[in-house]
């Protein structure tokens, strides 16, 4: 296979193709099984007007719902169909060089890369720190993840900052934000000219197939990531999904869920260090609702797992890990214990 074919395949490369039908799955991180019932109610009750085409009212008010939530203004939201599509949009900003903060989720780079944009690597080395990425100072656009898919890392924002330049605009892609109890290095609330905010609902909320996220950023950079955008973009249900999830119901519910996952992950890491002796090392602190693990001289891991019906997500598509790395989600108790009796029949 040509190394740009292998670029191109390991960039598109997700989770969910490493969890097929029937394996316990470790390797998407979106939690639990189906969207709240709740949640799917108001879905259900928006199905009757899905013949008319979503209103720019409709938009305004999801948009001024987004803004409460965060301290925006309406005019600072983008409305997203899946955060997926805020990095396909990055494009029309015509950066002369993208660096992306690697490893990190692929997705923006394949986005870049597929619109022409040239794009460089800025690969952190173990453990982590944004305070150790090499950005190079003509970079005009700056990708990076807060936290970070697959490293769990979460950057003190006082390290964003650090990358501002006059003439760069930093994207933070904080889709596993939700996830941090008091989201103290969040920087969504805070307005800055030349700084996006990507979030998305997907994981928390289970609702991956309906696709739902948002930008927040300047009235200005907002309108240029627009400019070639189709009409109605996000869709009826779209819409009402994420007015439904900015409540404060919904924001109560989140902090449960957050809690859960915060509970879930320290059980998950206190298990795993009884692999250490066995080489099996965490990368921590783990601030979201994954953990990467590296597993030295075991490239085998990931194979001798699904045979024994356990995904966890393959890392050595990701700039800067190969296959002595595993990233596996935090789970609930009982799935947790039968991913580590089966880590323990491995090693
Ligand atoms: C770090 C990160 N950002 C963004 C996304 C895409 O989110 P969405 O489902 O909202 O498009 C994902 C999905 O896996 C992700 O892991």
Same mark, same amino acid.
């Given at each position: 296979?040509?190394?740009?074919?292998?670029?191109?395949?390991?960039?598109? %490369?997700?989770?969910?193709?490493?969890?097929?039908?029937?394996?316990?799955?470790?390797?998407?991180?979106?939690?639990?099984?189906?969207?709240?019932?709740?949640?799917?109610?108001?879905?259900?009750?928006?199905?009757?007007?899905?013949?008319?085409?979503?209103? /720019?009212?409709?938009?305004?008010?999801?948009?001024?719902?987004?803004?409460?939530?965060?301290?925006?203004?309406?005019?600072?939201?983008?409305?997203?169909?899946?955060?997926?599509?805020?990095?396909?949009?990055?494009?029309?900003?015509?950066?002369?060089?993208?660096?992306?903060? %690697?490893?990190?989720?692929?997705?923006?780079?394949?986005?870049?890369?597929? *619109?022409?944009?040239?794009?460089?690597?800025?690969?952190?080395p173990p453990p982590f720190r944004l305070a150790?990425?090499?950005?190079?100072?003509?970079?005009?656009?700056?990708?990076?993840?807060?936290?970070?898919?697959?490293?769990?890392?979460?950057?003190?924002?006082?390290?964003?900052?650090?990358?501002?330049?006059?003439?760069?605009?930093?994207?933070?892609?904080?889709?596993?934000?939700?996830?941090?109890?008091?989201?103290?290095?969040?920087?969504?609330?805070?307005?800055?000219?030349?700084?996006?905010?990507?979030?998305?609902?997907?994981?928390?909320? *289970?609702?991956?197939?309906?696709?739902?996220?948002?930008?927040?950023?300047?009235?200005?950079?907002?309108?240029?990531?627009?400019?070639?955008?189709? %009409?109605?973009?996000?869709?009826?249900?779209?819409?009402?999904?994420?007015?439904?999830?900015?409540?404060?119901e919904a924001l109560a519910a989140a902090e449960?869920?957050?809690?859960?996952?915060?509970?879930?992950?320290?059980?998950?890491? /206190?298990?795993?260090?009884?692999?250490?002796?066995?080489?099996?090392?965490?990368?921590?602190?783990?601030? /979201?609702?994954?953990?990467?693990?590296?597993?030295?001289?075991?490239?085998?891991?990931r194979h001798r797992l699904k045979e024994r019906?356990? *995904?966890?997500?393959?890392?050595?598509?990701?700039?800067?890990?190969?296959?002595?790395?595993?990233?596996?989600?935090?789970?609930?108790?009982? /799935?947790?214990?039968?991913?580590?009796?089966?880590?323990?029949?491995?090693?």
């Amino acid at each position: 296979m040509s190394a740009d074919r292998q670029l191109w395949d390991s960039l598109r %490369h997700h989770g969910d193709v490493d969890a097929s039908d029937g394996l316990l799955d470790f390797a998407v991180n979106v939690h639990g099984t189906a969207p709240p019932d709740w949640l799917q109610r108001r879905l259900a009750s928006r199905l009757s007007d899905l013949a008319r085409y979503p209103t /720019a009212a409709e938009d305004l008010a999801v948009r001024e719902s987004v803004a409460r939530r965060h301290g925006r203004n309406p005019d600072e939201v983008l409305l997203l169909s899946g955060a997926a599509e805020g990095f396909s949009l990055l494009a029309h900003l015509s950066p002369r060089c993208a660096a992306v903060v %690697h490893p990190s989720f692929t997705e923006p780079e394949f986005a870049l890369r597929q *619109a022409g944009i040239a794009v460089q690597q800025v690969v952190v080395p173990p453990p982590f720190r944004l305070a150790d990425a090499t950005v190079p100072d003509h970079a005009d656009l700056v990708v990076l993840g807060n936290p970070t898919n697959p490293t769990s890392v979460l950057h003190p924002r006082a390290d964003i900052h650090a990358l501002r330049r006059p003439g760069r605009v930093i994207v933070v892609d904080e889709a596993f934000s939700d996830v941090v109890p008091g989201e103290p290095e969040t920087l969504a609330g805070i307005s800055l000219p030349d700084v996006l905010v990507l979030r998305s609902l997907t994981k928390t909320w *289970a609702i991956a197939g309906l696709r739902c996220g948002y930008l927040l950023g300047s009235p200005a950079l907002l309108a240029e990531l627009t400019r070639r955008r189709p %009409h109605w973009p996000v869709g009826t249900l779209q819409l009402e999904a994420i007015r439904a999830c900015c409540t404060p119901e919904a924001l109560a519910a989140a902090e449960v869920i957050m809690q859960r996952i915060g509970e879930d992950r320290k059980y998950l890491i /206190a298990a795993l260090r009884q692999f250490e002796s066995q080489g099996v090392g965490i990368v921590e602190p783990a601030d /979201a609702s994954f953990l990467l693990l590296h597993v030295s001289g075991r490239p085998d891991l990931r194979h001798r797992l699904k045979e024994r019906g356990i *995904a966890v997500r393959r890392c050595d598509t990701f700039p800067g890990l190969s296959d002595d790395y595993v990233r596996v989600a935090v789970r609930e108790r009982e /799935a947790a214990d039968a991913l580590l009796a089966a880590i323990r029949e491995v090693l």
